[in-house]
């Protein structure tokens, strides 16, 4: 186990926020990430497995706990039951780009759409990752992890792990504990080895970013550079010459809300379907059952909403900032709540609140967090 002296982590997440933990521990091989675990959860003292510090927004006071740190590395290329595809096993502390530009690299599709998301890719299962219509959870087979509680390790496949719009069962939303509270120590995914050669892309959302039409043909490589090229033009890439750079990508979630509410937002905020999770279980009591099955009745879909629009249409302008405060909306993207240049996590937290009530105050919805909250309260 290697203690490190504990360093603030307003260094160590992409917001630039944070005190310093009590104490710090490094782990470079899964071995050693489990025997810390073990050792860590046995003191029975908080902690926080920390990757890239992407999806975090953490408090100024120093955070009375234990930080360990996962810088895992590596990539194993296996064989995939299914002809034409390809399996590759990551380590969880590998950086997630880098295994993006690695499976491009080998003419492996299915997550070059995800180019340039920040952070490693253990914690890329812990919010199902996405970007232009690709998610985690299309490639994902399983994990491997270490439960807090049994200290057991073991293999759990991708539809055991609750994976939905920004979420898993490892996730720590906002106001609740994940209802699995493990740390990720490998991933596998199943990739489509589609070579070098151009093809057609499936994704409607995909191809209207990259302003290709149905028939368009392009390789795995061009996908990831122009998406790189899209993101970075609205400060989602970690660019440190960028001052939108400093943040935690999107801020808010997208509201998902019952349709009547929906219709009661102006037309022009841009919505999308969210299908219901669970198919409708229909019980007819023996006693009273004719042979005949009625036809369910479709469930209400709910419907997600845009945050970026609500933000926007509430008054509240791209790079909108307090006079004097180093806390800012990103000047390219509503979104992103941006840290102008030492701001702390008081400074932030102000403007959360504040643009979560202006929201709130002009169409009744309660935007909440996207990021990991650690010792600081919206
Ligand atoms: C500029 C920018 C753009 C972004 N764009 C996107 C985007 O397009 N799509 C998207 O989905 N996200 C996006 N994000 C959010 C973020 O990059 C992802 O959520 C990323 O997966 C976080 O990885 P991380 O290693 O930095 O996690 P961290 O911030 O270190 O941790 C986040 C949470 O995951 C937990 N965690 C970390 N590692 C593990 C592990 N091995 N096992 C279990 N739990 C773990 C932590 O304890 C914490 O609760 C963006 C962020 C930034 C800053």
């Known amino acids: 186990?290697?203690?490190?002296?504990?360093?603030?982590?307003?260094?160590?997440?992409?917001?630039?926020?944070?005190?310093?933990?009590?104490?710090?521990?490094?782990?470079?091989?899964?071995?050693?990430?489990?025997?810390?675990?073990?050792?860590?959860?046995?003191?029975?003292?908080?902690?926080?497995?920390?990757?890239?510090?992407?999806?975090?927004?953490?408090?100024?006071?120093?955070?009375?706990?234990?930080?360990?740190?996962?810088?895992?590395?590596?990539?194993?290329?296996?064989?995939?039951?299914?002809?034409?595809?390809v399996r590759l096993k990551v380590q969880a502390g590998h950086d997630w780009d880098e295994l993006v530009a690695y499976a491009v690299g080998e003419g492996l599709a299915g997550i070059e759409a995800m180019s340039g998301i920040p952070g490693t890719v253990g914690a890329a299962p812990v919010q199902n990752v996405g970007a232009y219509g690709q998610e985690i959870v299309q490639t994902l087979v399983e994990v491997e992890l270490i439960d807090e509680s049994t200290g057991e390790v073991v293999t759990v496949p991708?539809?055991?792990?609750?994976?939905?719009?920004?979420?898993?069962?490892?996730?720590?939303h906002y106001g609740s504990v994940p209802a699995r509270r493990a740390v990720i120590l490998s991933v596998t995914l199943?990739?489509?080895?589609?070579?070098?050669?151009?093809?057609?892309?499936?994704?409607?959302?995909?191809?209207?970013?990259?302003?290709?039409?149905?028939?368009?043909?392009v390789t795995v490589a061009w996908v990831r550079d122009h998406v790189?090229?899209?993101?970075?033009?609205?400060?989602?890439?970690?660019?440190?010459?960028?001052?939108?750079?400093?943040?935690?990508?999107?801020?808010?979630?997208?509201?998902?809300?019952?349709?009547?509410?929906?219709?009661?937002?102006?037309?022009?905020?841009?919505?999308?379907?969210?299908?219901?999770?669970?198919?409708?279980?229909?019980?007819?009591?023996?006693?009273?059952?004719?042979?005949?099955?009625?036809?369910?009745a479709a469930p209400a879909s709910d419907v997600k909403v845009s945050a970026a629009w609500l933000i926007e249409n509430s008054g509240l302008r791209k790079g909108f900032a307090f006079p004097r405060s180093r806390a800012g909306l990103s000047t390219k993207h509503a979104l992103a709540l941006t840290n102008r240049g030492g701001a702390t996590a008081a400074e932030i937290a102000e403007l959360a609140r504040f643009i979560q009530g202006r929201v709130q105050s002009e169409y009744g919805v309660i935007l909440q967090p996207e990021p990991v909250l650690l010792n600081v309260e919206l």
């Open 190 to 217: 199943d990739l489509a080895e589609v070579g070098t050669e151009p093809r057609t892309i499936a994704g409607e959302q995909l191809r209207s970013a990259l302003g290709l039409a149905p028939d368009d043909a």
């Open 1 to 85: 186990m290697a203690e490190v002296t504990p360093v603030p982590l307003a260094g160590l997440t992409t917001l630039r926020t944070g005190g310093t933990p009590a104490r710090m521990y490094e782990a470079h091989t899964a071995d050693e990430l489990v025997a810390t675990l073990r050792e860590v959860w046995a003191t029975g003292d908080e902690w926080l497995a920390l990757g890239g510090g992407s999806n975090l927004f953490v408090g100024d006071e120093p955070f009375d706990g234990t930080v360990v740190r996962v810088l895992t590395r590596g990539i194993e290329r296996m064989p995939s039951p299914t002809a034409g595809r």
């Open 158 to 172: 991708a539809d055991e792990l609750g994976l939905g719009f920004r979420t898993s069962v490892l996730k720590h």
């Open 228 to 296: 790189l090229t899209t993101r970075a033009r609205k400060g989602m890439v970690l660019d440190p010459a960028d001052p939108d750079t400093s943040s935690a990508g999107s801020f808010f979630q997208n509201p998902v809300v019952s349709a009547s509410f929906a219709r009661s937002l102006p037309d022009a905020c841009p919505r999308w379907p969210v299908a219901p999770d669970l198919d409708p279980v229909i019980v007819i009591p023996l006693a009273v059952y004719d042979g005949h099955v009625p036809t369910p």
